[in-house]
């Protein structure tokens, strides 16, 4: 047994040895490792940081030359760390990382709890960027979301670090991140806000700012109250939590009212050149490249866009004229929005989104609002898909009183015409007889059409008041720009959109997670009859207002019923219109519409501020002519594999005319009731 007995001691002490050497060999790589990552950290140039200033954002034009540039002077504005108030150091450390003060640079446990969050949630619901990893991303790094930027994200956190002590690093912190309403930098966030210097800022509003660094947009208490002291709130938790305020200090807090600076404060838009197009711009960046605003506004970064600056400035001329519009009532201004989109490409070459001093990133009538269309919506629901199907302008339909299974659409103004051709109808804008064309083809072609014009609709949008845009959610001028492009474009949807490509700071791409591609919409035959059709609203029709003295229009008004004014006042003023090489539409109305807060039925506004817009817009540019349909041949059913109103057309004479018979037949709805 002894030779057995001396195997088994070799073999333990092979497996020893073993053992030994790879935990030699193992500590050996580590130390390498850790020397290397030394090594780079080292490498790292974190000078910048001596500048006051972070790397400014460019926008170049359409002609890819520089349109504007965002550099926040914010350098004399600088804070000291002495001069930073404790609470607000706390509140800041609190909610964005509460370990600053005790890891180096990057928190290991912080990752790890943050790991653990999203894995057992199944999505990212919890990040682990220490303060010292924002700084290096907002002052050194392009906003790339790759394993590479981060890795570089690390490094220079470690070297800011190493060069830097903890109150420098958040003393820099502080007076360059943005806080949003056009603040960078604490002191100036201190006086937009509360009018305040950062000495005398109370805990409750320390808490408050520090919560805006998530999300400034959306959590500005000037725009979002509600959800900006809620955020305050669960800074001031975690404060009590983590132990840097009692409990007392707490209920005091939260208690406090919110007293913003109000009316006197600094108006932010004045800070940026262009800044519904920059906010806008934003909008994309967040959808198509999932850049945050302030990788935006501090990222670096090279945006090409489709901005024309003369026509953006053209834009916002006419809006501060107040001859333009409407006069309003002494507490509420008539609000508007507008948006030009060249619709051979989609790229949006001007947008504004609100008269009078607004706040940076404040609400943005050309791209969020979401109003009713009216009739606006007619050539895009009810006409197109009708022509599709075969039927031409001169064909006619019956205005006169209807209903629908109680549904009871009447004419602007009331009365009835009788037998109308289609294009008197659309001239004239006369309800019941788009109403009765939906009802015809069918509300399916109606939903079915607008889907392809890029409109988004519900299944609550499924009646026959989609005829005259009686939409649940509503669409914005950008919405209804990109739709009727279409017309102007042969039948061809471009995708509307501010942002061309987006570059860092060294001409790398930043890509994008989808591709913007043209979407066969309809034939350009039927594309070149609407727009016929819609250059008569402009000379002859309710669109007069719209005409451009040296150039062809075509476009539609639309209005919206103010409900309890006995027809006698109108909630929204409508006019999207276009000439071959660029589209315009405009929204008028009042933010909060009432009993003593809407447009009379008389107005035109929308069609005249249009007008003016397009008029300045085009100065210079060339006069082109729309192509020509080529004719609308007179509808032959026995030609069409699916013609819904075959039968109707048995009844016509060779002239188009509705006899007796089919005119008790246009009184029964073929394809359901209305809802």
Same mark, same amino acid.
């Given at each position: 047994?002894?030779?057995?007995?001396?195997?088994?001691?070799? !073999?333990?002490?092979?497996?020893?040895?073993?053992?030994?050497?790879?935990?030699?060999?193992?500590?050996?790589?580590?130390?390498?490792?850790?020397?290397?990552?030394?090594?780079?950290? /080292?490498?790292? /140039? %974190?000078?910048?940081?001596?500048?006051?200033?972070?790397?400014?954002?460019?926008?170049?034009?359409?002609?890819?030359?520089?349109?504007?540039?965002?550099?926040?002077?914010?350098?004399?504005?600088?804070?000291?760390?002495?001069?930073?108030?404790?609470?607000?150091?706390?509140?800041?450390?609190?909610?964005?990382?509460?370990?600053?003060? =005790?890891?180096?640079?990057? /928190?290991?446990?912080?990752?790890?709890?943050?790991?653990?969050?999203?894995?057992?949630?199944?999505?990212?619901?919890?990040?682990?960027?220490?303060?010292?990893?924002?700084?290096?991303?907002?002052?050194?790094?392009?906003?790339?979301?790759?394993?590479?930027?981060?890795?570089?994200?690390?490094?220079?956190?470690?070297?800011?670090?190493?060069?830097?002590?903890?109150?420098?690093?958040?003393?820099?912190?502080?007076?360059?991140?943005?806080?949003?309403?056009?603040?960078?930098?604490?002191?100036?966030?201190?006086? %937009?806000?509360?009018?305040?210097?950062?000495?005398?800022?109370?805990?409750?509003?320390?808490?408050?700012?520090?919560?805006?660094?998530?999300?400034?947009?959306?959590?500005?208490?000037?725009?979002?109250?509600?959800?900006?002291?809620?955020?305050?709130?669960?800074?001031?938790?975690?404060?009590? =939590?983590?132990?840097?305020?009692?409990?007392?200090?707490?209920?005091?807090?939260?208690?406090?009212?919110?007293?913003?600076?109000?009316?006197?404060?600094?108006?932010?838009?004045?800070?940026?050149?262009?800044?519904?197009?920059?906010?806008?711009?934003?909008?994309?960046?967040?959808?198509?490249?999932?850049?945050?605003?302030?990788?935006?506004?501090?990222?670096?970064?090279?945006?090409?866009?489709?901005?024309?600056?003369?026509?953006?400035?053209?834009?916002?001329?006419?809006?501060?004229?107040?001859?333009?519009?409407?006069?309003?009532?002494?507490?509420?201004?008539?609000?508007?929005?507008?948006?030009?989109?060249?619709?051979?490409?989609?790229?949006?070459?001007?947008?504004?989104?609100?008269?009078?001093?607004?706040?940076?990133?404040?609400?943005?009538?050309?791209?969020?609002?979401?109003? !009713?269309?009216?009739?606006?919506?007619?050539?895009?629901?009810?006409?197109?898909?009708?022509?599709?199907?075969?039927?031409?302008?001169?064909?006619?339909?019956?205005?006169?009183?209807?209903?629908?299974?109680?549904?009871?659409?009447?004419?602007?103004?009331?009365?009835?015409?009788?037998?109308?051709?289609?294009?008197?109808?659309?001239?004239?804008?006369?309800?019941?007889?788009?109403?009765?064309?939906?009802?015809?083809?069918?509300?399916?072609?109606?939903?079915?059409?607008?889907?392809?014009?890029?409109?988004?609709?519900?299944?609550?949008?499924?009646?026959?008041?989609?005829?005259?845009?009686?939409?649940?959610?509503? %669409?914005?001028?950008?919405?209804?720009?990109?739709?009727?492009?279409?017309?102007?474009?042969?039948?061809?949807?471009?995708?509307?959109?501010?942002?061309?490509?987006?570059?860092?700071?060294?001409?790398?791409?930043?890509?994008?997670?989808?591709?913007?591609?043209?979407?066969?919409?309809?034939?350009?035959?039927?594309?070149?009859?609407?727009?016929? %059709?819609?250059?008569?609203?402009?000379?002859?029709?309710?669109?007069?207002?719209?005409?451009?003295?040296?150039?062809?229009?075509?476009?539609?008004?639309?209005?919206?019923?103010?409900?309890?004014?006995?027809?006698?006042?109108?909630? /929204?003023?409508?006019?999207?219109?276009?000439?071959?090489?660029?589209?315009?539409?405009?929204?008028?109305?009042?933010?909060?519409?009432?009993?003593?807060?809407?447009?009379?039925?008389?107005?035109?506004?929308?069609?005249?501020?249009?007008?003016?817009?397009?008029?300045?817009?085009?100065?210079?540019?060339?006069?082109?002519?729309?192509?020509?349909?080529?004719?609308?041949?007179?509808?032959?059913?026995?030609?069409?594999?699916?013609?819904?109103?075959?039968?109707? =057309?048995?009844?016509?004479?060779?002239?188009?005319?509705?006899?007796?018979?089919?005119?008790?037949?246009?009184?029964?709805?073929?394809?359901?009731?209305? =809802?």
């Amino acid at each position: 047994m002894n030779p057995v007995i001396k195997d088994k001691s070799k !073999q333990r002490k092979a497996w020893k040895t073993f053992i030994v050497a790879g935990f030699l060999a193992g500590g050996l790589f580590a130390a390498l490792g850790w020397f290397a990552f030394g090594q780079l950290v /080292d490498k790292q /140039d %974190v000078s910048l940081l001596d500048k006051p200033l972070p790397a400014p954002t460019v926008f170049y034009d359409l002609n890819d030359k520089e349109a504007l540039k965002i550099s926040p002077s914010h350098a004399a504005e600088a804070v000291s760390y002495d001069s930073l108030p404790k609470h607000l150091i706390d509140a800041v450390v609190a909610v964005e990382d509460k370990r600053f003060f =005790e890891h180096g640079g990057t /928190d290991l446990r912080g990752i790890g709890r943050a790991l653990m969050t999203n894995l057992t949630s199944g999505k990212t619901v919890q990040g682990a960027s220490t303060i010292t990893q924002q700084l290096a991303k907002n002052v050194f790094l392009s906003q790339e979301r790759t394993w590479t930027r981060k890795w570089k994200e690390l490094l220079l956190a470690q070297k800011i670090e190493k060069t830097y002590d903890k109150p420098q690093i958040i003393e820099m912190y502080l007076n360059q991140i943005y806080f949003g309403e056009g603040a960078w930098g604490i002191r100036k966030a201190a006086d %937009v806000y509360f009018g305040v210097s950062v000495d005398r800022l109370t805990l409750a509003q320390s808490a408050m700012l520090a919560g805006i660094l998530k999300a400034p947009s959306a959590l500005s208490p000037y725009t979002h109250k509600e959800k900006a002291q809620e955020r305050r709130d669960v800074v001031l938790e975690l404060m009590k =939590e983590q132990g840097k305020i009692t409990a007392a200090a707490y209920d005091s807090a939260v208690r406090e009212p919110l007293r913003l600076r109000g009316a006197a404060k600094t108006g932010a838009a004045e800070a940026i050149k262009y800044p519904y197009y920059v906010d806008q711009v934003i909008r994309e960046a967040a959808d198509r490249y999932g850049l945050t605003e302030n990788d935006v506004l501090h990222g670096g970064l090279r945006i090409h866009t489709a901005l024309d600056p003369r026509m953006q400035q053209a834009v916002e001329s006419v809006y501060a004229q107040a001859s333009a519009f409407p006069a309003s009532v002494a507490d509420q201004l008539i609000q508007s929005g507008a948006a030009l989109v060249d619709p051979r490409d989609g790229g949006i070459r001007a947008l504004i989104g609100g008269r009078g001093k607004q706040p940076f990133r404040g609400f943005n009538r050309a791209v969020q609002l979401k109003r !009713q269309p009216g009739s606006t919506m007619k050539p895009i629901s009810v006409y197109t898909p009708a022509f599709e199907r075969g039927y031409t302008p001169k064909d006619t339909l019956l205005d006169e009183p209807v209903d629908f299974g109680g549904y009871q659409p009447h004419n602007a103004g009331g009365g009835y015409h009788g037998e109308v051709s289609i294009y008197d109808a659309i001239v004239n804008s006369y309800n019941i007889p788009a109403v009765r064309l939906l009802n015809d083809i069918g509300i399916d072609a109606g939903m079915d059409a607008a889907k392809r014009f890029g409109l988004e609709l519900t299944d609550a949008d499924r009646t026959l008041g989609l005829a005259l845009g009686g939409l649940q959610e509503g %669409v914005s001028p950008l919405d209804m720009a990109e739709a009727f492009g279409v017309f102007a474009n042969d039948g061809t949807r471009m995708p509307a959109h501010s942002i061309i490509r987006i570059e860092t700071a060294d001409g790398e791409a930043v890509p994008a997670a989808s591709e913007l591609v043209p979407v066969k919409t309809t034939e350009p035959e039927v594309a070149r009859t609407m727009t016929s %059709v819609l250059e008569g609203v402009v000379s002859e029709g309710t669109g007069e207002l719209a005409a451009l003295a040296d150039r062809p229009v075509a476009g539609k008004t639309g209005t919206t019923e103010m409900p309890g004014t006995d027809g006698k006042g109108i909630k /929204d003023n409508w006019f999207v219109g276009y000439t071959p090489q660029l589209v315009g539409a405009v929204w008028l109305g009042y933010d909060h519409t009432d009993g003593s807060h809407y447009l009379t039925t008389t107005s035109k506004a929308a069609a005249a501020v249009f007008q003016k817009l397009m008029s300045e817009a085009l100065r210079g540019e060339p006069v082109l002519s729309f192509p020509k349909a080529a004719g609308n041949p007179r509808k032959k059913p026995a030609k069409h594999a699916e013609p819904p109103h075959a039968k109707k =057309e048995k009844g016509k004479d060779k002239h188009g005319k509705s006899n007796e018979a089919h005119e008790k037949k246009d009184k029964q709805p073929k394809h359901g009731k209305s =809802e």
